[in-house]
């Protein structure tokens, strides 16, 4: 087993460069297939889920070649086949190869898509925008067999913006006949990133970053070369780890306009922060004040900082309260948060944080991607040493994240137990 361990409480000093983001790179390169020849990827982050994509790419027989940050698919030999669980289940973001086999061969089976237990997750959405857009929809257990005849625009009115199926309905009008238009769309930046390769393949997609989408299906895309936004979630969680340790921390190649909910609140708080066209410096020299956040659906305070902003709320002063809308299960980092020496309760989805309180390092355990990043700022934050377990979690979205902490200061190692 591979274990994370850090000594905490290192002053952090120096630059930290922004990976391309996870949740773009997962749906643009499933979306490479819809296009008949060779698409480049620049700006590929290196992570675990990203091996996992290439490895369901190889399976459908699609040719990928990786160099240093980019990745070349030639999708001439795809095959229609159905992926394995084993390479579905790992993932959320596996059911994107379902609207895009949908899209080119009007017949799909694919197994239900796994990815971080943080509550419930359905796919409701997501089929009823494949039936709307012509599709039949066979369910044999975790198995879904859907087929079309014929794939037609259609008027897709989504119960609530989700990110997946606008990506999912996004991908399949892409190819059907005549013109779709999705309302109460999700408005993430990496639903504009998917569209702008999609619009240089040859897609015409109008309103990607409002809440209405329309899109007029054409009948063949060809392959382009993209490079990919930078991830806000990791520049978030680097900002966060900056405002706790920073000695003028940089944070860089950022868009400061995806993060801006997050820089709000940390100037509410009182963090020292410098924000610039493409980066920004953050110090913690200054006295943090407590604040109330709410998480939403972008523009709003995204979901996958709440957890790591927790940490830093225990260093606040005051009574601080974070209200999670989003997922019903996201606060699996607080029992080890408290192990550490935080002060929180939790009422249904409001926590309460009390602060300041010191964190001290000890024995805990990463439950999914972001608790394991909440886990790992309170370890860098606390007196003493942290061992975190799971840390496989943790290395599915961020690149690098050992290199990228110890060139800045911190005492962190991985080691296998
Ligand atoms: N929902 C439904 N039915 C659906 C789809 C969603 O009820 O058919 C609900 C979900 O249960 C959830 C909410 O709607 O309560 C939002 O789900 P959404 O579909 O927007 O999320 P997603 O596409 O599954 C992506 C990111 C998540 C991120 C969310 C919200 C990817 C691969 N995943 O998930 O990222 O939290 O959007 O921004 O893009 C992470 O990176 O750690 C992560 C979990």
New binding site residues.
């Given amino acids: 087993m591979k274990v994370l361990n850090v000594t905490g409480n290192q002053k952090l000093t120096g630059s930290i460069r922004i990976s391309g983001a996870?949740?773009s790179a997962?749906?643009l390169i499933p979306a490479t297939l819809l296009a008949n020849g060779v698409t480049t990827l620049c700006n590929v982050p290196d992570i675990s889920d990203i091996d996992v994509l290439e490895k369901t790419l190889e399976y459908l027989n699609v040719s990928v070649k990786r160099a240093s940050g980019s990745l070349l698919i030639d999708t001439k030999n795809l095959e229609n086949k159905a992926i394995p669980e084993e390479l579905s289940n790992k993932?959320?973001?596996s059911y994107y190869f379902m609207a895009v086999l949908l899209a080119r061969f009007k017949h799909v089976e694919m197994y239900f898509p796994g990815?971080?237990q943080?509550?419930?997750?359905?796919?409701?959405?997501?089929l009823k925008a494949f039936k709307l857009l012509g599709a039949t929809i066979e369910e044999n257990g975790c198995l879904f067999v859907i087929d079309a005849k014929v794939l037609k625009g259609a008027k897709i009115p989504l119960d609530?913006?989700?990110?997946?199926?606008t990506?999912n309905s996004i991908i399949v009008a892409s190819l059907a006949k005549g013109k779709t238009i999705i309302t109460n769309a999700?408005r993430?930046p990496?639903i504009v990133d998917l569209v702008d390769m999609l619009n240089k393949m040859g897609a015409k997609i109008e309103g990607a970053g409002t809440n209405s989408i329309t899109i007029t299906g054409v009948e063949s895309l060809n392959g382009t070369n993209h490079d990919i936004i930078p991830d806000r979630?990791e520049a978030g969680t680097y900002t966060i780890i900056g405002a706790l340790l920073g000695d003028y921390l940089k944070v860089d190649n950022i868009i400061p306009e995806h993060i801006k909910s997050v820089t709000d609140k940390l100037e509410e708080m009182g963090a020292n922060l410098d924000i610039h066209s493409d980066y920004l410096i953050i110090d913690s020299q200054n006295k943090l004040k407590k604040v109330d956040i709410e998480t939403h659906?972008?523009p709003g305070f995204?979901?996958?900082l709440q957890q790591p902003f927790t940490t830093l709320l225990t260093r606040a002063s005051g009574e601080s309260h974070i209200t999670e809308n989003?997922?019903e299960n996201r606060f699996m980092n607080v029992p080890y948060l408290n192990k550490m020496g935080a002060n929180i309760s939790q009422n249904g989805k409001t926590i309460t944080i009390s602060g300041p309180t010191k964190l001290k390092g000890t024995k805990v355990s990463a439950t999914?991607?972001?608790a394991g990043a909440s886990l790992l700022i309170a370890a860098l934050a606390a007196e003493g040493d942290t061992e975190i377990e799971n840390i496989e979690h943790i290395l599915r979205?961020y690149e690098q994240i050992v290199e990228k902490l110890t060139n800045v200061g911190a005492k962190i190692e991985i080691k296998e137990i």
């Fill in positions: 996870k949740n997962v749906a993932l959320r973001a990815g971080c943080i509550g419930s997750r359905p796919i409701d959405q997501t609530m913006p989700s990110v997946g199926a990506i999700a993430e990496e979630i659906v972008y995204p979901t996958d989003i997922y999914d991607l972001r979205g």
